[in-house]
C-alpha cells in the first residue's frame, strides 16, 4: 500500500475537519430553508473516506454508496463548491441541482452515486466491477452501504455473483449502529455484520472505522487482492454517527450518554492528538488549518448561494421522453 507518512496524516486533518465543517454548514442552511427535502449527514464517519482514497488508486478506481453522500465524492476529487450547489438546487451543481442531497454524482471522478434507495447500489456496485473485468480495466469497484442496508436480499445475490465470478468489488458497510433507527441488536441474529460474507466464502473482516490508518490498512489489502483477479472482500467498518439518520429524526432511541461517550473516540480529535503527541505540527498551525477550512467552506456556500437556479427547460430536459412510445397502441 501506500506510504502513511507525517504529510498523510495533517491531509487527514485538514480533509476531514473540511468534511466536518461543510456539514455542520449544511445543517445550518437546511433550519434556514435553503436546502429543502433530505438531509443525511456525516459527522463522526469522516475516517471512512479518508482511509479509503488512501488507498485507492484515484486514476481507475470507482466508489459507489447510498444517500449519505456528500462527502464521500469530495474526497474522490469533486469540487465542494458544485457540491454544496447541488444541495441548495442550483444548476451549478453536480446533477444540475435537480438530483439534490441523495443523488450526488460524478463520471468524471468516478463516483457513481447517491443513492435514495436503501440497498440499491449494492447490485449496481458489482454490475460496474463486472464491467471493469470485462473490458480489462484492472479497476476496483469500492460498494459501500449502511448497516441497515445488509437486510436486503440483493445483498445475498450480489454477495454469491461476486464470488462466482471473481468480480474486482470491494463491499464495504458502514456499520454506524442504528440504520434509520433501529439498533443493529434489535434487527438481527448475526450482530457482528461481517460475517454475513464468510457464508459466501468471501473473506470478511471488522475494522476500526474511528481510524483512517487503520481503514486504509485494511482497505489496500482488499483493494490489492480484488486488483490481482482473486476476487471480493466484505469489509465491516464500525463507525458512530453523531447527528441523526436525517434532519428530521428526533433520536429518541439512544442516549445523550451514549453519544457524548463515542465523541471521546472522534476521528478528528484522534488525528489532532496523535499530529501533537509526536510533534508533527504545533497547536497555533493546525489551528490556522481549521481557520482556513472555514474560510473554504464559506466560499463553497458564497457559490452555492450566487448560482442560478435551473430553468424549467433543464428540468424538463432530464426527464426520458418518447412519443411514440409503442405500448401506448396496445391499450
Known amino acids: 500500500m501506500k506510504e502513511i507518512t507525517t504529510e498523510t496524516y495533517l491531509k487527514w486533518f485538514k480533509d476531514m475537519s473540511f468534511w466536518r465543517k461543510f456539514e455542520d454548514k449544511c445543517r445550518s442552511l437546511y433550519l434556514k430553508q435553503k436546502i429543502r427535502g433530505f438531509l443525511h449527514l456525516y459527522n463522526g464517519q469522516e475516517a471512512i473516506p479518508a482511509g479509503l482514497t488512501h488507498a485507492m488508486d484515484m486514476t481507475k478506481d470507482k466508489i459507489i454508496t447510498a444517500y449519505r453522500c456528500h462527502i464521500i465524492p469530495i474526497s474522490m476529487g469533486v469540487d465542494p463548491k458544485k457540491v454544496m450547489a447541488e444541495l441548495l438546487g442550483k444548476k451549478t451543481g453536480t446533477s444540475r441541482g435537480l438530483g439534490g442531497s441523495m443523488h450526488i454524482f460524478s463520471k468524471k471522478h468516478r463516483f457513481y452515486g447517491g443513492h435514495g434507495i436503501v440497498g440499491g447500489q449494492i447490485p449496481l456496485g458489482a454490475g460496474i466491477a463486472f464491467a471493469d473485468k470485462y473490458f480489462n480495466r484492472n479497476a476496483v469497484t469500492l460498494t459501500i452501504m449502511g448497516d ?24 464495504i458497510c458502514e456499520n454506524n449502529k442504528y440504520a434509520m433507527g433501529t439498533s443493529v441488536e434489535r434487527s438481527t441474529n448475526v450482530k457482528e455484520i461481517y460475517k454475513i460474507g464468510l457464508s459466501y466464502g468471501m473473506p470478511s473482516y471488522t475494522v476500526d472505522g474511528m481510524n483512517p490508518e487503520k481503514i486504509a490498512r485494511a482497505a489496500s489489502i482488499a483493494i490489492e487482492k480484488a486488483r490481482r483477479g482473486e476476487g471480493s472482500t466484505f469489509l465491516e467498518i ?38 501533537l503527541k509526536n510533534k508533527w505540527e504545533t497547536i497555533d498551525n493546525l489551528n490556522a488549518i481549521d481557520n482556513e477550512v472555514k474560510n473554504e467552506v464559506e466560499s463553497c456556500v458564497k457559490f452555492a448561494e450566487k448560482s442560478d437556479f ?11 421522453n418518447e412519443n411514440n412510445y409503442p405500448f401506448l397502441d396496445k391499450i
Open 310 to 320: 435551473p430553468s424549467l427547460e433543464e428540468m424538463y430536459d432530464a426527464v426520458y
Open 238 to 275: 464500525q463507525t458512530y454517527r453523531y447527528r441523526g439518520h436525517s434532519m428530521s429524526d428526533s433520536e429518541l432511541y439512544r442516549s445523550r450518554e451514549e453519544v457524548l461517550s463515542y465523541k471521546k473516540r472522534d476521528p478528528i480529535l484522534k488525528l489532532k492528538n496523535t499530529i
Open 148 to 171: 441497515g442496508a445488509v437486510r436486503q436480499g440483493s445483498l445475498h445475490e450480489t454477495l454469491n455473483m461476486s464470488m462466482i465470478w471473481k468480480l474486482p468489488v470491494v463491499f
